[in-house]
C-alpha cells in the first residue's frame, strides 16, 4: 500500500514534444514540466498507474506521455474533445488495442503494481480481471441469459445452478433483473437499447472483474436509460474500479469522482470532478467545460 | 468538433430547437412539395418534374425486375405446360386420309401437335394442290400412330381438310402401353388365354383391364426376383471370384479357405437355381394371356400381355379416369426405370443420382470451402500472399466447368483412382473400380468447382461481423479460438448457407464436367442399394441434365422424346427449388436465431 503510494507521488514525468496544434492550447499553460500531485488522490489506493504512455497507430501517435494514476473503487471519468485519444487511452488499459494491427504501446501501465505489457502475460487473464463496455450496445446474437453466461461458460463454469446465480446476481446489479426475468431465454437483441447497454454492463461484471472500462456508455441512450446506468454505476462503485469516457460534460460531473481532461493526445490535467469542473488548474479545461471553444 | 454544453445546463443534451431542425431537413413531402412546383404547370414541365423525381429511374428498374420475373415464369410455364401435358391421356382420333399415292387410308392415332402452313410447303412435300387453292393456307397435324413394329413409322403428319374426312372418336379404341416397340394404337376385338377366346367386343374391357393388372403383379415380382434376388446373388458372386483372386495374388492358397469359398459359391449357386426356378415359373405365368386387336389397316394382331404395361381406352374414359390415368402415369415418370432408350417410363435413377450426387458434393464443399475461409479470413495475415490466393479463388470460380471434367478425369479418376485400385484393389484388375468414373469423382469435381463459391460467400460472411461483436467477446476474456468458433462462426453460418445454395444451384445443373467422371446414359443399379456397404461409391450414376441431353439429342425417336425433355427438365427444376427452398429454409433459421443489431 505505502509503495503504491509511493509510486503515485513520483508520477510527474516532462514532456519532451509537443506537436504543432497543441502550442496554441497549451501556450497558457506553460511548460508543464513537473506536475504537482493530484490533491485527494494521495490518500487513494491505485487501480491503474501509468507512466509515460503513449500508443501510435502506424505512423500516427494517437497518445502521448500519459501519466496518471486511476484510484480503486472510484469513478475516473476521461473527457476531451473528439479524437483526442479518450478511447485510446481506455482501450490500452485492457490491452484492446492489441486487436489493432498496427496499435503499438509505449510507456508502462500497471494493474496492481503488475506491468500489463510485460512480456508472458496472459491477455485473457488481463481481460477478465479488466472488463469493457462499449459506446454502441453490442450484445452477442443470443439469449438474454447466455448473453451474461457467455463469460462464466468460456471459464469452464458447466454448473446450471452456479450460472443461475451468476446471471441473477449480475442482471440484479445491473438494475435490469425485474425488467428482464420473465425473458431470459428471449433473443438480447429484442431488448431496447437502454437495456442492452445495462445488459451488457451485466455481462462485464458477471466475470467478477476489478475494473469496469466504459467507453460513451450513454451515448445512445434516453434521458431516463442514462440515469439508469448513471446510478448503477453509483451502486458498483463500491465493488469495482470504474472508468468512463464522457462527452457529457454534466455526466462526468455527476457521477465522477476524479476527472482527466485530454486534449490533442496528451493529459493537460486530472484531478477531483468537483475541482476540474469549478476551479480547473488551466485554462483550457476551463475553455473546454465551459465550451468555450471548438 | 466540440461540444458546448456547459456544465450545468439543461438535463437533455439535444434542446428542442435542434431537434425540430433534424425533421424538418428529412421531412420527405416537405422536399417533394418543393420539387414539383404547382399543378398547372404545362406538360414538359410535367415530365421535367417527372424525371427529377426519380420517375424514369423507377420505371428502369422495376421494368428490369418485370424482365426477369417474366422470364423466370415464362420458362418454368413453357417447360411445365410442355412437359405435364404429355401424361394426359390424349383422345385418339380416326378418320380417312386421300392420298394421291396411297389411296385412302384409315388414320387412328393422337394429334401431338399441329401447325399452319403454306401451299408452298405441302407441294414440296409432295401433294398436288390445284391453283385455285394456292392462296389458302392448311393445317397439319402430327399423328401418333404407335405400332412402330408393325409399320416402323409411329409418327406421321397428316394435312387436315380437305385432304381427310370427318374426325371420329370410336369408342372401343385401345391404347396399350408396351415394354417395347413403344405405343399400340387399335381396336380391342378380344381377349385370348392360352391361345382360346375368353372374352370378345364390349365385354373384353373389363376382363382386360383385371389381366392387365394381373400381368403387371406378376412383372413387377419378376423384376424383383432380377433385381434384389438375382443381382445380389451376382455381386456376392463376384465378391467371392475377388477373394479367391486376390488369395491367388498373396500366394497363400489355404485349402481350408479355399473348400470354405467352394462351399459359399456352391451355396450361392443353389441360391440362383431356386430364384431362377422362380422367375421361369412367373414369366410361364405371365405368357399366358394376350389380347386381339384390330391395327388401323385392318390387320387383327396378337399382343401377348407380358408386353402390355397399360391398356386403356381414351375414348371411352371418363374425366375421373383419365386423371387417374394421368397420376399414374406421372407417378411411374418419376419412380420407375427407363425403357427403351430412355425414351419410356421414368426417370427414377437420373432423380437419384442427381440428388445423391448434390449431396454428396455438399457434404464434400462444406466443410473446406467454409474452414478454408475461415483461415483466410481470421487466421492468416492479411496481406499481398493472402490476396493473392483470394484472387486465385475467384479466378477458379470463373474456369469452364469441363475444364474441371478434364481435371477430375486427369487427376482423381486415373491418378487417385488408379492408386487406390492398385492398392487396395489388385484383385480386381484389369477390371477398375475406382478408376473409372463414378459417384465419388463426380462429386469431388463438382465440390472443387463450387469450392470458391463457398468460400466468398463464407468470407463475405465473416467481414461482416462487426468488429464491436469480436470486441465484446475479447472483452469478457475470451480468447480468440473461442471468440472465432463461438460467436463469429455461428453468426456467418446464414452466410455459409447462401455459398452452399449457390453451389448447390451451380451443381445440380452441370452437366459438361459430369459426362467426363461418372454420369452415364443408362446405370443398370443405382448407387445405394440394400447390399452393403448400401452407398456404392464407384458406382456410375444417371443424372437429370444429362439425361435431357441424352433424351433430347442422343434419342432414336425424337418425336417420342421431345415431352420427356420438358418433364426431366421440369423435374430437375423442381428439384433444384426444392434443395434451395430447403437451404433458403435452414438459412432464415440461422438468420433468426443469431439476429445482431447490424442485420
Ligand atoms: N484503429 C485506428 N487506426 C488508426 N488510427 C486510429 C485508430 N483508432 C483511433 N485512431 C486515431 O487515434 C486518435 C484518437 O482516437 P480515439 O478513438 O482514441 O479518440 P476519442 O477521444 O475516443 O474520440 P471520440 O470522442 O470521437 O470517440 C484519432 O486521431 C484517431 O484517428
Ligand atoms: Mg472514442
Known amino acids: ?294 | 468538433m466540440i461540444h458546448p454544453h456547459p456544465p450545468m445546463g439543461p438535463k437533455s443534451p439535444d434542446s428542442p430547437r435542434r431537434a425540430g431542425d433534424v425533421q424538418a431537413r428529412f421531412d420527405p413531402t416537405s422536399r417533394l412539395g418543393r420539387r414539383r412546383g404547382p399543378r398547372s404547370s404545362s406538360f414538359r414541365s410535367r415530365v421535367g418534374a417527372w424525371a427529377s423525381g426519380g420517375g424514369p429511374l423507377i420505371w428502369l428498374t422495376a421494368g428490369a425486375v418485370s424482365v426477369s420475373l417474366v422470364m423466370v415464369l415464362g420458362l418454368v410455364a413453357v417447360i411445365a405446360v410442355r412437359g405435364l401435358g404429355h401424361f394426359w391421356p390424349a383422345a385418339v382420333v380416326e378418320t380417312v386420309y386421300h392420298s394421291q399415292a396411297e389411296g385412302e387410308i384409315r388414320v387412328l392415332g393422337a394429334v401431338r401437335r399441329s401447325e399452319t402452313v403454306t401451299p408452298v410447303v405441302l407441294r414440296e412435300i409432295g401433294y398436288e394442290i390445284p391453283d385455285e387453292m394456292a392462296d389458302e393456307l392448311f393445317v397439319r397435324h402430327l399423328f401418333q400412330l404407335g405400332n412402330r413394329d408393325l409399320t416402323g413409322q409411329d409418327f406421321r403428319w397428316f394435312p387436315g381438310p380437305p385432304f381427310t374426312g370427318e374426325w371420329s372418336y370410336p369408342e372401343d379404341v385401345l391404347v396399350l402401353e408396351r415394354t417395347e416397340w413403344g405405343n399400340f394404337f387399335g381396336y380391342l376385338r378380344g381377349l385370348q388365354e392360352n391361345g382360346h377366346v375368353v372374352a370378345e367386343g364390349e365385354e373384353a374391357w373389363p376382363v382386360l383391364r383385371d389381366r392387365v393388372a394381373r400381368a403387371r403383379d406378376l412383372r413387377r415380382r419378376i423384376e424383383q426376383i432380377e433385381r434384389r434376388g438375382i443381382g445380389s446373388v451376382n455381386i456376392r458372386m463376384e465378391r467371392l471370384r475377388l477373394e479367391e483372386r486376390a488369395m491367388e495374388l498373396q500366394g497363400d492358397e489355404d485349402p481350408q479357405v479355399l473348400a470354405e469359398l467352394r462351399a459359399r459359391r456352391a451355396a450361392l449357386a443353389e441360391e440362383y437355381s431356386v430364384l431362377e426356378a422362380q422367375r421361369l415359373e412367373l414369366q410361364q405365368e405371365i405368357q399366358r394371356d394376350a389380347v386381339v386387336a384390330e391395327t388401323m389397316d385392318g390387320r387383327l394382331v396378337d399382343i401377348p400381355l407380358e408386353r402390355v404395361i397399360r391398356a386403356s381406352g381414351p375414348n371411352r374414359m371418363s374425366v375421373t379416369e383419365k386423371g387417374r390415368h394421368y397420376v399414374g402415369k406421372f407417378w411411374e415418370f418419376v419412380s420407375d426405370y427407363p425403357r427403351e432408350a430412355n425414351t419410356e417410363g421414368g426417370i427414377l435413377p437420373a432423380i437419384f443420382g442427381t440428388v445423391i450426387m448434390v449431396l454428396l458434393m455438399s457434404i464434400f464443399v462444406t466443410p473446406v470451402g467454409i474452414l478454408a475461409a475461415i483461415y483466410l479470413r481470421e487466421y492468416a495475415k492479411q496481406g499481398r500472399f493472402v490476396q493473392f490466393i483470394r484472387v486465385c479463388v475467384n479466378n477458379l470460380a470463373g474456369v469452364p466447368s469441363i475444364v474441371f471434367g478434364v481435371f477430375g478425369l486427369g487427376f482423381f479418376i486415373y491418378f487417385v483412382g488408379g492408386g487406390i485400385d492398385r492398392l487396395f484393389y489388385p484383385e480386381a484388375l484389369p477390371a477398375p473400380t475406382f478408376g473409372t468414373p463414378g459417384l465419388l469423382w463426380a462429386s469431388l469435381t463438382l465440390a472443387l468447382l463450387t469450392l470458391p463459391v463457398v468460400i466468398v460467400a463464407t468470407e463475405e460472411g465473416l467481414t461482416r461481423i462487426p468488429r464491436s461483436i469480436r470486441e465484446a467477446s475479447y472483452a469478457v476474456g475470451s480468447t480468440k479460438a473461442e471468440t472465432v468458433w463461438k460467436i463469429v462462426v455461428p453468426m456467418a453460418a446464414p452466410a455459409m448457407m447462401t455459398g452452399l445454395i449457390l453451389a448447390v444451384a451451380r451443381a445440380a445443373g452441370e452437366v459438361a464436367p459430369l459426362m467426363l467422371v461418372g454420369v452415364v446414359k443408362l446405370a443398370p443399379n443405382l448407387p445405394v442399394d440394400g447390399i452393403a456397404p448400401f452407398l456404392h461409391l464407384e458406382r456410375k450414376f444417371m443424372h437429370l441434365g444429362f439425361h435431357i441431353y441424352d433424351v433430347g439429342f442422343q434419342s432414336p425417336n425424337v418425336e417420342a422424346a421431345r415431352p420427356l425433355v420438358y418433364a426431366t427438365a421440369l423435374t430437375l427444376v423442381i428439384i433444384i427449388i426444392a434443395l434451395n427452398l430447403t437451404a433458403i429454409a435452414i438459412r432464415q433459421r440461422l438468420r433468426e436465431k443469431y439476429r445482431s443489431e447490424s442485420d
Open chain 1, 1 to 294: 500500500m505505502s509503495e503504491r503510494e509511493a509510486g503515485l507521488n513520483a508520477a510527474p514525468r516532462t514532456t519532451t514534444q509537443e506537436p504543432a496544434g497543441t502550442r496554441n492550447l497549451l501556450a497558457g499553460l506553460g511548460t508543464p514540466v513537473e506536475r504537482t500531485p493530484v490533491p485527494g488522490l494521495q490518500a487513494e489506493a491505485a487501480a491503474f498507474e501509468l507512466d509515460d504512455v503513449g500508443v501510435q497507430y502506424g505512423d500516427v501517435t494517437a497518445l502521448k506521455g500519459v501519466n496518471l494514476t486511476i484510484p480503486r473503487n472510484r469513478i475516473t471519468a476521461f473527457i476531451g474533445p473528439s479524437g483526442c485519444g479518450k478511447s485510446t487511452l481506455l482501450r490500452s488499459l485492457n490491452r484492446m488495442n492489441d486487436l489493432v494491427d498496427s496499435a503499438r504501446l509505449l510507456g508502462e501501465i500497471r494493474l496492481e503494481g503488475e506491468d500489463i505489457y510485460a512480456p508472458g502475460v496472459d491477455v485473457v487473464e488481463l481481460r477478465r480481471r479488466v472488463g469493457m463496455v462499449f459506446q454502441k450496445p453490442n450484445p452477442f446474437p443470443k439469449t438474454v441469459y447466455e448473453n451474461v453466461a457467455y463469460g462464466l461458460r468460456i471459464q469452464g463454469v458447466r454448473r446450471a445452478s452456479v450460472l443461475d446465480e451468476a446471471v441473477e446476481r449480475s442482471l440484479t446489479q445491473a438494475a435490469l433483473w425485474d425488467e428482464v426475468k420473465d425473458r431470459l431465454d428471449k433473443p438480447a437483441v429484442e431488448l431496447s437499447g437502454g437495456q442492452q447497454q445495462r445488459l451488457v454492463i451485466a455481462r462485464a461484471i458477471a466475470i467478477e472483474p476489478e475494473v469496469i472500462l466504459l467507453d460513451e456508455p450513454c451515448s445512445a441512450l434516453d434521458p431516463l436509460s442514462t440515469a439508469k446506468v448513471e446510478s448503477l454505476m453509483y451502486e458498483l462503485k463500491a465493488d469495482f474500479t470504474l472508468v468512463i469516457v464522457t462527452h457529457n460534460m454534466q455526466q462526468a460531473s455527476r457521477v465522477s469522482d476524479y476527472t482527466a481532461f485530454l486534449y490533442l493526445g496528451e493529459l493537460v490535467e486530472m484531478g477531483p470532478t468537483d475541482q476540474i469542473f469549478l476551479k480547473p488548474g488551466e485554462q483550457a479545461t476551463e475553455d473546454y467545460i465551459t465550451g468555450r471553444f471548438g
